[in-house]
């Protein structure tokens, strides 16, 4: 027996909300723990340690955004959709810890240092990039910027996540250095994603013609 809608929204969808809050609780418990000189497992290196782990989040957000939809068709229900735009706000709250991280711990607020670092390493380019386009998605991720946008307008501009989602994967490949299995993960997960939306379009047309 299916679950009623008001138990998905009132019940399941504050459930995951909780979950998906929980890293950057564990983050903000684990720097409370090392600023009171308590033991923490931030490791020997917090700083490196933060930008990892608010880093990763970030994409692990994005492709839960991204494999909505997918979701939704393979089961086929609705349901997951209820999710896209709360998992799309917490990718962005985990890029902007992620950006924080960077900015205070590594940069210490030093904006010309900040400049040069981006125009000088490739993968912060590309990362810093990636969040400037992010942000415009959320801040018309509400109702009332889509009636604002229209629809079409609003569905051309979330098109974007298209292009983002591959430039997070870049910088995450290039801030590894090297070849690792981690990213190749990652960037296999997203080309599935995009096939399983792409791909479906394609044939549509094609039976259109």
């Given at each position: 027996m299916?679950?009623?809608?008001k138990?998905?929204?009132?019940?399941v969808?504050p459930a995951?909300?909780v979950?998906?809050?929980?890293?950057?609780l564990w983050l903000v418990?684990?720097?409370?723990a090392?600023f009171?000189?308590?033991?923490?497992d931030?490791?020997?290196?917090p700083?490196?340690?933060s930008?990892?782990?608010?880093?990763d989040w970030?994409?692990?957000m994005l492709?839960?955004?991204l494999?909505?939809?997918?979701l939704?068709k393979?089961i086929?229900?609705?349901?997951?959709i209820m999710?896209?735009?709360?998992?799309?706000?917490?990718a962005?709250?985990y890029v902007?810890?992620h950006m924080l991280?960077?900015?205070?711990?590594?940069m210490l607020f030093?904006?010309?240092?900040?400049?040069?670092?981006v125009?000088k390493?490739i993968?912060?380019?590309?990362?810093?990039?990636?969040?400037?386009?992010l942000?415009?998605l959320?801040?018309?991720?509400?109702?009332?910027?889509?009636?604002?946008?229209?629809a079409k307008?609003w569905?051309?501009?979330?098109k974007?996540?298209y292009?983002?989602?591959?430039?997070a994967?870049i910088?995450?490949?290039m801030m590894?250095?090297?070849?690792?299995?981690e990213?190749?993960?990652?960037?296999?997960i997203?080309?599935?994603?995009?096939?399983a939306?792409l791909l479906?379009?394609?044939?549509?047309?094609m039976r259109?013609?």
């Amino acid at each position: 027996m299916a679950m009623p809608l008001k138990v998905w929204r009132f019940g399941v969808k504050p459930a995951v909300f909780v979950l998906a809050l929980l890293p950057a609780l564990w983050l903000v418990s684990e720097w409370w723990a090392a600023f009171q000189g308590l033991p923490n497992d931030l490791g020997f290196n917090p700083n490196e340690t933060s930008n990892r782990f608010s880093g990763d989040w970030a994409l692990r957000m994005l492709l839960i955004t991204l494999a909505l939809t997918p979701l939704a068709k393979l089961i086929p229900s609705n349901k997951p959709i209820m999710f896209r735009r709360m998992m799309g706000l917490f990718a962005y709250f985990y890029v902007c810890l992620h950006m924080l991280s960077y900015i205070w711990l590594d940069m210490l607020f030093n904006w010309p240092e900040l400049w040069a670092d981006v125009l000088k390493r490739i993968y912060i380019t590309v990362g810093m990039a990636a969040f400037l386009m992010l942000t415009p998605l959320a801040i018309t991720s509400t109702k009332g910027m889509i009636k604002r946008l229209g629809a079409k307008n609003w569905q051309r501009l979330h098109k974007l996540v298209y292009v983002i989602a591959p430039l997070a994967i870049i910088h995450f490949f290039m801030m590894r250095k090297g070849l690792q299995l981690e990213p190749l993960i990652y960037g296999a997960i997203l080309l599935v994603l995009l096939l399983a939306r792409l791909l479906p379009k394609r044939r549509r047309k094609m039976r259109a013609a």
